[in-house]
């Protein structure tokens, strides 16, 4: 194994410095720029009586009695010199400057970190650092230089190698390093660890400014974990870190889509609104009816993510807006993604769907740095419906018109009627006629999806302070963004701003504030396919034909009336440009603590966080067109909601290292406390448009209100022990008791073991290029709530159509005092391995079984209910992770990085006393899922089409007897039978990215895929429907229809009203959701230092979803959850200008 810092053998004592203490170089540089006490160093006295002991002897000694480890390269201390020291409680200061005074080595002290190197200087000429003797005549040509990150910070301790000779040196504690060589042409190899090796030529310059990027265990080494961090050697859980300058790839909005494609085991599905709520998942589906969201933890602090919540109901949200769009990309430093239970069992009863860590920025010691970033550019929509033209569906309807009345007239005998000129021609013309009574006989030719889709233009201002002195440090932004929709008048605007503050106000305390302010403006109807029919304008826009008109100069705001057959009401431009769709939310999240240092490895934390929001929703239909339509004279809706939480967490940490044992111990305490309100006005007969109040409401159809309160109190602690630093176990206990359980069933137990073995520290793994190899394990249990409050009590609810007419109460939930938590038990194995300095693999094998299933299940009728909420059923994630990532070329001039990463993933339900068919309010007819024992969450329960009949036009089917073909056929679909035909989830899915630097230019992009999923088109079953409803249009796929010409159709006979009923729920409208999508290109170029003001920055232009390879046209796979595709919000695809200057 290669060893880039090693100390040989010296008996009796043996002494190696492991990859940990490497590690700290690089924690402890960034340290310098953060705010920390250094008491340790001043306050702790060694003593040592040591005559005639080598250097390796008293190293030895020092690190075995304090908590000092020292970082050194063998080349450049004589570990085996002897010396005599005598010293009786003195600085460790004193002690070194004894043990190496009349010496070439320096040293240096930070906090428990003690660095010894070779003073500065010209190399010796006269013997290299392997031995071999050199001509100092060989060695004319000075070079000097500095090696930085790309954060513009130095590297202490780089090596700078002659490429060919062994002739070096190593960087100073400012970076700087001057070497002398034999030839100015010569090229420099510069590595450091955790970073990518360099090569750079020389070409008789003298002087280098050097930076270097992070390679395979670059800014991961430290993890962000749960009530604290780790360096990523220690970590025995399965977690992935996104840095900051990852998540400016993603939505513009809401920063979670960037990390689709970048964290193995994640699947986020998003809406094409701007600020549109997204899905995430962590290692598959954890829950039937329960919360599949994972837990957001900000600056250490659990927020809230729901938009809203009723009693006794799911997450509802009138316009499906996204919570975590209050919060500014550009203020996160990292975030976390912890996947196994040694990661997230610290967070109990809320942590089954795993945990999202958010870290803000924070200040550094030192000037003040300024950073100004504009961003524009525009968006339009990532995929498009082929729809027909105003001819085509002239001719489709015409035909199903005729075709009609040979079914009504003629026994549908359509051979012998399409064979007689005569008698065809007769219902033809009667079809005419009639589609003229209708349309008129002048083509409107519309183009509703022109009319209602736009391109959205993007705005975004961000401006931000860091900085600060010996005592105090800050980070202090603002931003400003407004995003316009897709689709007319919809979009987004946001107002937010941010102070972190820190302030070490004693040795031994620490203060602290985290504190964000946000104010999100968002116009958008319902688009979400929530509802269906006139008060969905896309909806409706999608299905409108081109032959009815959008404009009517006469009409209400100059928009048409919609042909009699049709929603009269339901022109959708009229609704959104009349109408008034608006969500407005004010956001105050932040937290304030105080960290006391007891004892040198004792701390004690205290922590009081608040999350607070005010909605304050609108919605109205105007008096034509919409809901509020006709008879009702305008419709309004207001809503007004607030929700407030706080948390208070206590956290008693001891961390201490005594000779090869290491130890850590975290004892913790939270309270948690939700309160929320709400009030909603719903009315008709607006009095005043223009001033949308509850007293514009001329007739009242509720006025309903509700009031919420949640709490949660937790004790938990967690214990870690390394030996030698190479093996390492941890556990972790947690009780969380829940307001939403009975008095009987509150608390919950949570636990978690893990270990891990750093076996490249083994002698028996001394292999040439395996920097480090580690394995993990773990097993624990997680919790999961379900998302009402009150889930266990029963309540009433009035109704105003009780017995005789009068209001009364009813029973609105049946009480259950057993029901309990959602149990999650996961198993994880992994293995973490870096090679040559270039190369990294990590793999992980997972097993998430979900116990005790939140379900409603049946129960007698005696109970005036049909079902309740029960812990019955099980299921189980399970599959595997994989990542890689290799620096292909790293020279001077040219960097080229390359990382991919794939999730295998089987999801199955292995008990439930029920099959289940889900049934949505918002599509109409059966559901084509099925929930069933020993199958997939998200399985297809269908017809097997067998394509058109020839003989009469009409669809057949497969007959199925247990979900297998018989080998008959059949056109009546309720002969046919079901079988369940794959699922919705994708079997494999991953990303791949690359990154390539060429001087100050950069490239990155990104592809994201996935395999093995189906999709089920319901969209089309809705709209190409064979003329059961002629009076929406259709896709161009429905322009093969059958006929006695054109018996080898792909599409059944067409009969306005289809009463052959050919377009249902079957395995015609299923697709292979297999994808490859261009998830985002950046090319930005590295601006010189333009004056004394503007110190640097950056211009860039960039693309996010830039195109998709699918089979299914107008449907993207990461748009949907189930695989169902119902008038989904399209993708945008944003292509943006960019310019940041620092000052």
């Known amino acids: 194994m290669k060893k880039l810092f090693y100390i040989e053998d010296t008996k009796p004592y043996k002494l190696k410095v492991s990859l940990k203490m490497k590690l700290t170089v690089f924690l402890t540089i960034v340290s310098l720029f953060q705010i920390h006490a250094n008491t340790y160093s001043q306050s702790k006295r060694i003593s040592?009586?040591?005559?005639?002991?080598?250097?390796?002897?008293?190293?030895?000694?020092?690190?075995?009695?304090?908590?000092?480890?020292?970082?050194?390269?063998?080349?450049?201390?004589?570990?085996?010199?002897?010396?005599?020291?005598?010293?009786?409680?003195?600085?460790?200061?004193?002690?070194?400057?004894?043990?190496?005074?009349?010496?070439?080595?320096?040293?240096?002290?930070?906090?428990k970190q003690i660095i010894l190197k070779k003073k500065s200087g010209k190399v010796d000429s006269s013997e290299n650092s392997t031995g071999d003797t050199k001509n100092e005549a060989n060695l004319q040509f000075q070079v000097s230089g500095t090696v930085t990150n790309v954060d513009d910070r130095p590297l202490p301790g780089a090596s700078i190698l002659e490429k060919g000779t062994t002739n070096g040196v190593q960087t100073d504690f400012d970076?700087?390093?001057?070497?002398?060589?034999?030839?100015?042409?010569?090229?420099?190899?510069?590595?450091?660890?955790?970073?990518?090796?360099?090569?750079?030529?020389?070409?008789?310059?003298?002087?280098?400014?050097?930076?270097?990027?992070?390679?395979?265990?670059?800014?991961?080494?430290?993890?962000?974990?749960a009530y604290g961090?780790?360096?990523?050697?220690?970590?025995?859980?399965?977690?992935?870190?996104?840095?900051?300058?990852?998540?400016?790839?993603?939505?513009?909005?809401?920063?979670?889509?960037?990390?689709?494609g970048k964290v193995s085991g994640i699947n986020i599905s998003t809406s094409g609104q701007p600020g549109g709520k997204s899905n995430v998942q962590i290692r598959g589906i954890g829950s039937i009816s329960g919360n599949t969201q994972p837990l957001y933890v900000l600056d250490g602090v659990v927020i809230n993510t729901n938009s809203n919540l009723r009693a006794g109901d799911d997450l509802v949200g009138s316009t499906?807006?996204?919570?975590?769009?209050?919060?500014?990309?550009?203020?996160?430093?990292?975030?976390?993604?912890?996947?196994?239970?040694?990661?997230?069992?610290?967070?109990?009863?809320?942590?089954a769907n795993g945990v999202i860590i958010i870290t803000t920025k924070d200040g550094k010691k030192g000037e003040t740095e300024i950073t100004l970033g504009v961003e524009t550019g525009w968006s339009d929509n990532l995929t498009e419906e082929k729809l027909i033209n105003n001819e085509q569906f002239k001719g489709l309807w015409i035909e199903g018109q005729t075709n009609q009345y040979i079914q009504n007239n003629e026994n549908a005998e359509f051979t012998r009627v399409y064979g007689d000129n005569t008698l065809y021609n007769t219902y033809e013309n009667q079809a005419v006629n009639d589609y003229e009574g209708i349309y008129g006989t002048t083509n409107a030719n519309s183009d509703w999806l022109d009319a209602i889709y736009q391109n959205g233009l993007v705005q975004k201002y961000n401006l931000s302070a860091r900085g600060g002195s010996d005592k105090t440090s800050f980070y202090v932004s603002g931003d400003y963004l407004d995003q316009a929709g897709t689709i007319i008048e919809t979009g987004l605007k946001r107002y937010s701003g941010r102070v972190n503050l820190e302030n070490q106000a004693k040795d031994w305390v620490k203060l602290g504030i985290n504190l964000s302010l946000a104010k999100t403006e968002r116009n958008a109807a319902n688009f979400d396919g929530t509802y269906a029919g006139g008060l969905n304008p896309l909806y409706m826009a999608r299905v409108l034909p081109p032959a009815a008109p959008i404009n009517d100069s006469e009409g209400f705001g100059g928009f048409a009336n919609l042909p009699n057959d049709i929603e009269k009401n339901a022109n959708p431009i009229g609704v959104l440009k009349v109408g008034k769709y608006e969500n407005t939310e004010f956001r105050v999240r932040g937290n304030a603590y105080t960290e006391f240092q007891i004892l040198d490895p004792l701390t004690f934390k205290t922590t009081f966080g608040i999350d607070q929001q005010a909605i304050d929703e609108t919605l109205y239909d105007n008096k034509v067109f919409g809901a509020g339509g006709g008879i009702w004279n305008g419709v309004l809706n207001r809503v007004k909601s607030e929700v407030f939480q706080y948390t208070v967490t206590n956290l008693l940490n001891y961390n201490d290292n005594f000779g090869n044992h290491g130890i850590e111990v975290l004892l913790g305490q939270e309270s948690q406390v939700s309160k929320m309100n709400s009030i909603n006005v719903y009315g008709y007969d607006i009095l005043d448009s223009e001033l949308l109040s509850s007293s514009s409401i001329g007739t009242l159809w509720s006025h309903t209100g509700y009031a919420e309160n949640y709490s949660l109190l937790s004790y938990f602690s967690q214990a870690s022990y390394n030996f030698g630093q190479k093996y390492y176990l941890s556990t972790s206990l947690r009780q969380d008791g829940s307001s939403r359980f009975g008095k009987d069933s509150r608390w919950g137990t949570f636990w978690s073991i893990s270990g891990a073995w750093v076996a490249s520290e083994e002698d028996f793994l001394n292999?040439?290029?395996?920097?480090?190899?580690?394995?993990?394990?773990?097993?624990?249990?997680?919790?999961?709530?379900?998302?009402?409050?009150?889930?266990?009590?029963?309540?009433?609810?009035?109704?105003?159509?009780?017995y005789?007419?009068?209001?009364?109460?009813?029973?609105?939930?049946?009480?259950?005092?057993?029901?309990?938590?959602?149990?999650?038990?996961?198993?994880?194995?992994?293995?973490?391995?870096?090679?040559?300095?270039?190369?990294?693999?990590?793999?992980?094998?997972?097993?998430?079984?979900?116990?005790?299933?939140?379900?409603?299940?049946p129960v007698s009728l005696t109970t005036g209910f049909m079902t309740q909420l029960q812990n019955f059923g099980e299921m189980t994630n399970k599959?595997?992770?994989?990542?890689?990532?290799?620096?292909?070329?790293?020279?001077?001039?040219?960097?080229?990085?390359?990382?991919?990463?794939?999730?295998?993933?089987?999801n199955k339900i292995t008990k439930l006393k029920n099959d289940i068919i889900p049934t949505y309010s918002s599509r109409y007819g059966q559901d084509p899922l099925i929930i069933k024992e020993g199958e997939s969450i998200y399985s297809f329960y269908l017809r097997d089409y067998a394509g058109v009949d020839p003989s009469n036009g009409y669809a057949q089917y497969y007959v199925l007897n247990n979900g297998e073909r018989t080998g008959e056929l059949t056109t009546d679909a309720q002969e046919a039978g079901y079988g369940i035909f794959g699922d919705a989830l994708q079997d494999f899915q991953g990303g791949l990215f690359n990154q390539l630097n060429y001087k100050d230019f950069t490239i990155d992009f990104q592809f994201t895929f996935g395999l093995g999923g189906k999709v089920y088109d319901r969209t089309a079953f809705q709209r190409d429907d064979d003329g059961f409803a002629p009076q929406y249009t259709n896709t161009v796929a429905q322009l093969d229809p059958w006929n006695p010409n054109n018996t080898n159709a792909t599409v059944p006979i067409r009969i306005n009203g289809n009463p052959t009923f050919s377009n249902d729920v079957s395995t015609r409208h299923l697709y292979n959701s297999d994808y490859l999508k261009l998830k985002n290109v950046k090319l930005s170029y590295n601006l010189p230092i333009l004056s004394k003001i503007i110190k640097g920055g950056s211009i860039y232009i960039q693309g996010n979803n830039l195109f998709l390879v699918t089979e299914l046209d107008g449907y993207d796979p990461e748009s949907v959850v189930d695989g169902v595709n119902f008038f989904q919000v399209p993708t945008s695809r944003t292509i943006l200008l960019g310019l940041q200057l620092q000052f």
Do not use: C
């Open 804 to 857: 005789g007419g009068e209001s009364g109460l009813s029973y609105g939930q049946i009480q259950n005092p057993d029901l309990s938590w959602e149990l999650s038990k996961n198993f994880n194995v992994g293995v973490d391995i870096n090679l040559f300095n270039k190369l990294n693999l990590t793999a992980n094998y997972f097993n998430k079984k979900t116990e005790d299933l939140l379900l409603n299940v």
């Open 320 to 351: 499906g807006y996204n919570p975590l769009s209050t919060i500014n990309s550009e203020d996160i430093k990292s975030i976390t993604v912890l996947k196994d239970a040694a990661a997230s069992s610290l967070y109990g009863s809320r942590a």
């Open 48 to 111: 040592l009586d040591m005559p005639n002991a080598t250097v390796a002897e008293i190293i030895q000694e020092i690190e075995s009695h304090s908590d000092f480890k020292f970082l050194l390269n063998r080349k450049d201390v004589d570990l085996n010199r002897e010396i005599s020291i005598n010293v009786e409680k003195q600085k460790i200061t004193t002690v070194l400057a004894e043990l190496f005074s009349e010496t070439n080595v320096e040293w240096q002290v930070m906090k």
């Open 879 to 906: 599959g595997w992770e994989f990542e890689i990532g290799y620096d292909l070329v790293s020279t001077e001039d040219f960097y080229w990085r390359t990382s991919a990463n794939l999730t295998v993933l089987d």
């Open 229 to 260: 961090t780790s360096d990523k050697r220690s970590f025995t859980g399965a977690a992935e870190t996104v840095n900051s300058e990852a998540l400016t790839r993603g939505s513009t909005a809401s920063f979670e889509t960037a990390l689709q």
């Open 767 to 802: 292999i040439d290029g395996l920097d480090y190899m580690k394995f993990r394990g773990s097993y624990g249990t997680n919790g999961n709530l379900p998302p009402q409050y009150y889930a266990a009590l029963a309540f009433f609810a009035t109704d105003e159509k009780g």
């Open 175 to 225: 970076g700087n390093f001057s070497i002398t060589l034999s030839d100015q042409n010569a090229t420099l190899v510069i590595s450091y660890i955790g970073f990518a090796s360099k090569e750079v030529a020389l070409d008789g310059r003298k002087s280098l400014s050097i930076t270097l990027a992070e390679s395979a265990e670059g800014l991961d080494e430290v993890v962000v974990v």
